[in-house]
């Protein structure tokens, strides 16, 4: 039996604090169109309420006493995810972009992976430099880093590094966050 009580009082935690749920001596009442009713019990609150056709609630439990409000709680839960919904929208998620390239790369291709990075960083996106060796090429790493550091230079204006050229395995690569 202990367990379905359990399961009860948490499931009751989860409900919004309206009507009958409200559980203090005394709280602040605002009507629907914003102006104060005053300080009274929490049963004469609902029963203004329900006689409007709408919901008391608790709108803050911090404050001294604990302020309640009368209004329609289907349609301010609705606004509530509508506004959820809309922010989210909006928001950007910040990604990583690669640009791979070979240390011998010709000035085309170089300027090809410069306005591929260029636009990644404009969207918003992080850019990942990589240059692959094959075979002994890892010998010529210092031509390499010149490279990663040419291409740092060309995208000053757009990106700032955040993190230095760095070896991993038979790659170099460096890290270019867009400017604030």
Same mark, same amino acid.
């Given at each position: 039996?202990?367990?379905i009580?359990?399961?009860?009082?948490?499931?009751?935690?989860?409900?919004?604090?309206?009507?009958?749920?409200?559980?203090?001596p005394k709280?602040?009442v605002?009507?629907?169109?914003?102006?104060?009713?005053g300080?009274?019990?929490?049963?004469?609150?609902?029963?203004?309420?329900?006689?409007?056709?709408l919901?008391?609630?608790?709108v803050?439990?911090?404050?001294?006493?604990?302020?309640?409000?009368?209004?329609?709680?289907?349609?301010?839960k609705?606004?509530?995810?509508?506004?959820?919904?809309?922010?989210?929208?909006?928001?950007?998620?910040?990604? &990583?972009? $690669? /640009?791979?390239?070979?240390? #011998?790369? @010709?000035?085309?291709?170089?300027?090809?992976?410069?306005?591929?990075? !260029?636009?990644?960083?404009k969207?918003?996106d992080?850019v990942?430099?990589?240059?692959?060796?094959?075979?002994?090429?890892?010998?010529?790493?210092?031509?390499?880093?010149?490279?990663?550091?040419?291409?740092?230079?060309?995208?000053?204006? &757009?990106? $700032? /590094?955040?993190?230095?050229? #760095?070896? @991993?395995?038979?790659n170099?690569?460096?890290?270019?966050?867009?400017? !604030?």
């Open positions: 039996m202990l367990p009580e359990r399961t009860e009082r948490r499931s009751n935690r989860d409900l919004p604090t309206i009507n009958e749920r409200i559980r203090f709280i602040r605002i009507d629907a169109d914003g102006s104060q009713l300080i009274m019990s929490p049963r004469e609150a609902v029963q203004i309420a329900e006689e409007r056709e919901d008391l609630v608790l803050s439990d911090k404050a001294d006493p604990p302020v309640c409000r009368i209004m329609d709680y289907g349609k301010f609705f606004e509530q995810e509508k506004k959820a919904r809309e922010a989210k929208k909006k928001q950007h998620t910040v990604d &990583v972009k $690669e /640009v791979k390239m070979r240390y #011998k790369i @010709e000035d085309h291709d170089y300027n090809v992976r410069i306005n591929q990075a !260029k636009r990644f960083l969207d918003g992080k990942k430099a990589t240059i692959m060796f094959r075979g002994r090429e890892i010998q010529h790493s210092d031509i390499a880093e010149e490279l990663l550091k040419r291409m740092a230079e060309d995208l000053q204006e &757009v990106a $700032e /590094v955040q993190q230095a050229p #760095k070896k @991993e395995g038979r170099m690569m460096m890290l270019l966050a867009p400017k !604030k």
